[in-house]
């Protein structure tokens, strides 16, 4: 049996995601969790983990606290970094960096860090990790069970985000929507874009090789929600693109789901993608047909098609 220490007192996320990473790589070894100050004893031990607690980061000696510097980076990153899958995690879950920043800087830096302020944070407070962390902070032993698995899920996206980045650059395919319009990233195999940070690490990716260039409009397979239902096609905008609006699509044949906000809609695998895109277009001057589902359309754009 092997011991993992962290801090007693409330629950954070950085020592509960500490615990469920050491787990989640050593999946062959069973573990003690102890909420509680480490002795000096435990400090010198290079068997015990102690993190988020005892003022020390050395990795060697399996002790990871980030308290004694100002700023940094916090318990669960250095354990991310010490076991080389930091930038996957990042990458696949880019709330974690937040995270991070929020409990070595505080709330002001935090909500800057992601264009807010402090008192809009209270909106982004998750009920399902509050009561996670309740539950593990109510025990001096909590059992493993539920931190493992968090960290055996966080491990396996930040593992198959590199494969699933390698199959998309293979059937990737970006097209002009024309002017202002941008491009429009067309992925036909489900397996690859079953997490759109997945898509949006290629997004990225394409974007700094090209640069001026942005990709604006995805189109991505549909999961079947009941069985035998047809998967038909999510066409999602980026960054809620101001010239691009899918709740334009309501009503249209072939369309099976509008968001009213404008950013998603689903449509019939055989809906032509172009009367789609060209659907949802906003001209630059906004103005519309009488008929809301046919658009009108920059004269640059009308001479091209």
């Known amino acids: 049996m092997k011991t993992i220490i ?5 629950a954070h996320f950085d020592d509960f995601a500490a615990v469920a990473l050491i787990l989640a790589c050593n999946p062959a070894d069973d573990f003690e969790i102890c909420r509680r100050d480490p002795t000096p004893e435990d400090m010198e031990n290079p068997e015990i983990w102690v993190v988020d607690i005892g003022r020390q980061h050395c990795p060697e000696k399996k002790k990871f606290d980030h308290h004694q510097y100002q700023g940094g980076e916090c318990a669960f990153v250095l354990v991310a970094r010490h076991f080389g899958i930091w930038d996957g995690l990042n990458t696949e879950m880019p709330q974690m960096a937040f995270k991070s920043v929020m409990d070595t800087r505080g709330p002001q830096i935090a909500a800057a860090y992601i264009g807010l302020q402090a008192k809009d944070l209270i909106n982004m407070l998750s009920p399902l990790e509050t009561a996670v962390l309740a539950d ?3 025990s001096a032993t909590p059992e493993p069970g539920l931190p493992r698995a968090i960290g055996n899920y966080w491990l396996k996206a930040a593992a198959d985000l590199k494969q699933r980045l390698e199959d998309i650059r293979l059937i990737a395919v970006v097209e002009p929507l024309g002017d202002e319009y941008g491009y429009m990233l067309v992925l036909d195999e489900v397996c690859c874009c079953d997490s759109m940070f997945g898509v949006s690490a290629f997004k990225a990716e394409w974007e700094a090789a090209n ?3 942005i990709i604006t409009v995805s ?4 999961k079947a929600r009941i069985s035998g239902d047809v998967p038909g096609k999510n066409v999602y905008r980026f960054d809620d693109f101001p010239l691009i609006d899918f709740s334009r699509l309501k009503g249209m ?3 099976k789901f509008t968001h009213k906000s404008g950013f998603l809609a689903i449509i019939n695998a055989g809906i032509s993608l172009r009367t789609v895109i060209d659907t ?3 001209g630059a001057s906004g103005r519309i047909k009488e008929n809301p589902l046919f ?3 920059p004269a640059s754009i009308a001479a091209s098609a």
């Open 253 to 255: 044949p072939g369309v």
């Open 136 to 138: 593990f902070g109510a």
């Open 219 to 222: 189109v991505t397979p549909e």
């Open 6 to 10: 962290t801090h007693g007192g409330k």
């Open 295 to 297: 658009l009108t359309r």
């Open 211 to 213: 640069p001026g260039k």
């Open 280 to 282: 949802a277009k906003i």
